[in-house]
């Protein structure tokens, strides 16, 4: 799911609001904020998960504080594209959020975005606790960069400007 289908309920997301990316693993949620003009990824912070209701009133207070129009989640594809467990956990967190805002959500393909961001951090000489304590904050920002990046390209190539 990384085409622009996937995103697709983004494009109506009123102008100024941001996006906020999610990297769900079974412990830590890690979330990555875009700016306003949906260019740039930041990564915010990882949340140490709990149990649902509680992961979710966190996620929504995020939401609130930092005017988020739509969120982006990290969609766990296997290596060969097909669906797994992971997937099925994603799909179904996504489900019994829905049911708590009317916030659009999206997928993007999130395949060696962890391997991707651990690479970068043993490059930067960072030590093997450090990247423990960042690495899920950098990967939601990994997905949702790759998104945003997406959203830019397919606006620009069908005249479409935020």
Known sequence: MSGIDSLAPLLDVPP???LLGLDLG?????LALS???WTVATSLETIARKKFTLD???L?????RH????LVFGWPLNMDGS?????QSTAAFMRNLAKLTDLPMATWDERLSTAAVTRMLIDADASRARRGQIVDKLAASYILQGALDRIASARHSSGRQK
Do not use: F, N, Q
Not at 83 to 87: D, K, L, M, V
């Open 83 to 87: 669906e797994g467990p992971r997937t």
């Open 67 to 70: 005017d988020v129009g739509g």
């Open 26 to 30: 079974s412990k830590t949620i890690g």
């Open 56 to 58: 979710a009133e966190r």
């Open 16 to 18: 100024g609001r941001r």
């Open 60 to 64: 929504l207070a995020i939401c609130a």
């Open 35 to 37: 700016d306003v003009s």
